[in-house]
Nanobody, 126 residues
Framework: QVQLVESGGGSVQAGGGLRLSCVVS????????VGWFRQVPGKEREGVAV???????TYGDSVKGRFSISQDDSQNTVFLQMSNLKSEDTAMYYC????????????????????WGQGTQVTVAS
């Protein structure tokens, strides 16, 4: 089991940027896929980006070219750099982790992820 703690959320004007952090602790060796998801009330949780064994990445279509996921193994931290933010990016952002292969990781499906953080709120004012 692993523990995930997100930070870095806040309020920002449209066009601005934020960097979210997810500190992973516990049995991290067993979790080679870490992802960022987001959710607004009344909607399903959306897979924003994932990183697999600290290298391979994939993104949702709505954030491609604006968001970047990276991993710093020395800090056991996964980052989500968000730029050119839009009002529709407003959501609670969650970090999640799983073990397994790239095929499943890359699907970015909530149901496939085993461990979750508590979330950090991002609000973009237009």
């Amino acid at each position: 089991q692993v523990q995930l703690v997100e930070s870095g959320g806040g309020s920002v004007q449209a066009g601005g940027g934020l960097r979210l952090s997810c500190v992973v602790s516990g049995n991290i060796v067993s979790r080679n896929c870490v992802g960022w998801f987001r959710q607004v009330p009344g909607k399903e949780r959306e897979g924003v980006a994932v990183i697999y064994v600290g290298q391979r990445t994939t993104y949702g279509d709505s954030v491609k070219g604006r968001f970047s996921i990276s991993q710093d193994d020395s800090q056991n931290t996964v980052f989500l750099q968000m730029s050119n933010l839009k009002s529709e990016d407003t959501a609670m952002y969650y970090c999640a982790a799983r073990g397994g292969n790239w095929e499943v990781c890359s699907r970015r499906r909530q149901v496939d992820f085993e461990d979750w953080g508590q979330g950090t709120q991002v609000t973009v004012a237009s």
